[in-house]
């Protein structure tokens, strides 16, 4: 993934149409570590919104990855992609 996909996922600058297909590599690329740290917190954001946009593989994903997190760090999670959806 690279950075520039980041950025724009960042600053909502990316098309509807594919918007969800990016979010739901930055969540994949956060959960594994391909190009950046493992960030589970990270990762849930990332899938939680591209699902919210209408992605059932990060809708799945999300599950998945949900039930290796402590509810602190799901919590933390749903709180910034709450924050960021406000704001974009």
């Known amino acids: 993934m690279a950075r520039f996909n980041?950025?724009?996922a960042e600053s909502g600058a990316i098309?509807?149409?594919a918007?969800?297909?990016i979010l739901f590599q930055l969540g994949i690329m956060y959960a594994t570590g391909r190009d950046c740290d493992v960030?589970?917190?990270a990762a849930h954001k990332?899938?939680?919104i591209a699902a919210i946009k209408g992605s059932a593989s990060a809708a799945r994903m999300r599950a998945e990855l949900?039930?290796?997190m402590t509810k602190a760090d799901i919590a933390?999670?749903?709180r910034e992609?709450?924050?960021w959806m406000t704001m974009h």
């Open 81 to 83: 992609a709450r924050e």
């Open 46 to 48: 990332w899938l939680n």
């Open 19 to 21: 918007q969800a297909d």
């Open 39 to 41: 960030d589970l917190v």
């Open 66 to 68: 949900a039930a290796t």
């Open 6 to 8: 980041i950025h724009e």
């Open 76 to 78: 933390r999670a749903l």
């Open 15 to 17: 098309g509807a149409g």
